[in-house]
């Protein structure tokens, strides 16, 4: 039995993302994972008007009647949510923290994906992947979904994006949607990624707090790194300091954008903050477009 607090926020979570995803995500979400392909369906005789290009000429020289294949939308769809949980995402600086916005996004894409028949499971990692729940369809399991990723304990405090994509690819062998739910901040997962982007239809969603873009002026300060404990001295009154700040994190969000863009994957940033349905719902959009 669930604590009553608990019960009460995943409701709250539900009831929130379920207006967005009735009133902006829906149909976009359709228009955009509506189907993945064509697989087959069966051989039947030749009609008139059919496309001639569509004989099976294996059945039709044994038959001595022309038959044809016949395919369909293949409409199962399975969507994966990779979800970090690292300890850098207890970081927010206005209002919520990173973590709290990737579970309700999570919860978001969950709810788009079952209103579509869609089946949804998720990995969340650290340094090491912590949990995997298999896809599956129904209401249900994706309450189960939204439970794990908003009150998963970590047992560890870094992260390793490599290792979730590997664990991916050993656990999903069928094309899928896999969102990438995190802040980035991490190394050596390029190799990775561009593997699982060849099996997957990869979305990277990132997180970011702006104060990890532009450093205030606040004097002297004490910054502490989430994940390693690390502790660092630095005067911020210094407009060099600042600038130093920025540039490292521009160059770092170049060579992000470099990646995604050479390997054909959609990257969308949500800042703390902000609202995350305009960026979310204008990334649908545009997606759509491309498809048309």
Avoid at 68 to 95: C, H, P, Q, W
Avoid at 211 to 232: F, M, Q
Wanted: some cysteine; overall charge positive; aromatic content about 8%.
């Amino acid at each position: 039995m669930l604590p009553k607090e608990v019960v009460q926020h995943i409701r709250r979570i539900q009831i929130t993302t379920n207006r967005l995803v009735n009133e902006s995500l829906a149909g976009e979400y359709h228009s955009v994972f509506k189907g993945r392909g064509m697989e087959f369906d069966e051989v039947r005789e030749y009609q008139h008007g059919d496309d001639v290009r569509s004989i099976d000429w294996n059945v039709t020289s044994r038959t001595g009647r022309p038959f044809v294949k016949r395919y369909v939308e293949e409409r199962e769809l399975t969507v994966m949510l990779l979800i970090d949980a690292s300890a850098s995402g207890s970081f927010g600086s206005i209002n919520k923290t990173k973590s709290e916005i990737a579970a309700e996004i999570s919860a978001l894409i969950a709810f788009s994906a079952i209103k579509n028949n869609d089946r949804v499971g998720a990995i969340l990692f650290t340094d090491c992947v912590e949990k995997f729940i298999p896809p599956r369809r129904g209401s249900t399991h994706v309450l189960r979904v939204i439970r794990e990723v908003l009150f998963h304990a970590p047992e560890r405090r870094g992260t390793s994006i490599q290792k979730a994509l590997e664990h991916l690819n050993l656990v999903l062998h069928k094309r899928s949607v896999v969102f990438l739910i995190s802040d980035l901040l991490d190394q050596g997962f390029e190799q990775s990624l561009k593997v699982a982007n060849r099996r997957h239809d990869i979305v990277i969603i990132q997180i970011m707090d702006p104060r990890e873009r532009d450093l205030p002026n606040a004097g002297i300060l004490e910054i502490r790194d989430a994940e390693t404990g690390e502790i660092a001295c630095i005067d911020t009154a210094l407009p060099w300091v600042r600038n130093t700040f920025r540039e490292n994190w521009d160059r770092n969000q170049e060579r992000l954008s470099k990646l995604f863009d050479s390997h054909r994957m959609d990257h969308v940033t949500i800042e703390t903050g902000k609202s995350y349905n305009i960026p979310l719902v204008r990334f649908f959009e545009e997606r759509a477009r491309r498809i048309r």
